[in-house]
């Protein structure tokens, strides 16, 4: 068991519904050991990738993009969402379903903060249907650069998120991949224990 | 002339109505030395006090308070907006109005991440009519926390925030105070311009 899945044993609640609470250490109250260490295997996982810019999406995205930007010493870039479409003319935008929320979001980035140049690294929180990444790919993708990796913390690998950017050729690493978890008996099994 | 009096006279754009368009380094595109730079700067005006946690309001504040974390070695802690007044039972909850957008939000921390034991450092990108700061506080008291101090990116000196904020007292320290600014010459003045 990795530091991500322990932690996630030891102060993840699993609620019905199949949601899993980690406000008290990734999105709500950061844990900084955690995240530190969340951007230094992510690091790892991507190594000997070009990365010239960190891409994710507010708000809860940002602490580990931040640490990560931090290692890599690259600038970072979040997306903003937005419940109404405005005159695109200066932004790359993108829709998102949030499931959480039922709703559609616009998803958008500033012309001049993503560019053909581009070898993007996008990072998150949490995959889950990959509804906000997939939308992030597409903000690289209308800028003409490039998806070297998506970094997750925590993948929800029961939500199709994860099994659909593996298939499209994605380079897609998630410390924690969860597989099932019930909220009766809080448990939680992970896709590592099966290796 | 500071590092960031700088970068804002170098990148920063003004805009009519008083605004100021940072979104090319702090909120929006992340520039990471400027980041770290800021946290730098803000743990040495705050050398000397015991800091056991950072507290910052989601979205923008998230990136300068992961850093700001990371060189303390404390947890980090994002106030959440809502527009909508839910159960106030788990949270401690203090109104804002944001004059940008003409509304009032909720602001809420879930109660455990704030405790009488913590001695807080307040971080945010920007301070202006000091609406956000204010709630901030607001919550840290209902906890029975105390504030140690304020520190902030960039004070629109011309707005009430920080003077309200220093006339109550509190240890406010903002790396750039704009005392003025003209969107027709592009120009800025700080208050450091003074000393």
């Known amino acids: 068991?990795?530091?991500?899945?322990?932690?996630?044993?030891?102060?993840?609640?699993?609620?019905?519904?199949?949601?899993?609470?980690?406000?008290?250490?990734?999105?709500?109250?950061?844990?900084?050991?955690?995240i530190r260490q969340i951007a230094y295997e992510l690091k790892r996982?991507?190594?000997?990738?070009t990365i010239n810019k960190?891409?994710?999406?507010?708000?809860s995205g940002i602490a580990i993009a931040t640490m990560v930007g931090h290692l890599y010493d690259v600038p970072v870039v979040f997306a903003k969402k937005s419940q109404t479409t405005n005159s695109?003319?200066?932004?790359?935008?993108?829709?998102?379903?949030?499931?959480?929320?039922q709703r559609h979001n616009q998803v958008f980035v500033s012309r001049p903060y993503l560019s053909d140049t581009d070898r993007v690294l996008i990072v998150d929180d949490f995959l889950a249907d990959g509804q906000a990444c997939m939308a992030l790919i597409n903000l690289v993708h209308q800028a003409g650069g490039e998806v070297v990796g998506i970094g997750i913390a925590i993948e929800k690998g029961q939500q199709p998120g994860?099994?659909?950017?593996r298939s499209e050729g994605y380079h897609l690493e998630s410390i924690a991949i969860i597989d099932s978890m019930d909220d009766e008996t809080q448990s939680i099994r992970f896709r590592s224990e099966y290796n």
């Open 162 to 165: 994860g099994d659909l950017l």
């Open 54 to 59: 960190i891409l994710t999406i507010e708000a």
């Open 1 to 34: 068991m990795n530091f991500l899945e322990e932690k996630i044993i030891t102060d993840g609640i699993i609620k019905a519904g199949n949601l899993l609470k980690v406000d008290n250490f990734l999105n709500h109250q950061i844990d900084i050991d955690i």
């Open 45 to 49: 996982r991507f190594r000997g990738e």
């Open 88 to 101: 695109t003319d200066d932004k790359y935008m993108a829709e998102a379903y949030s499931f959480t929320h």
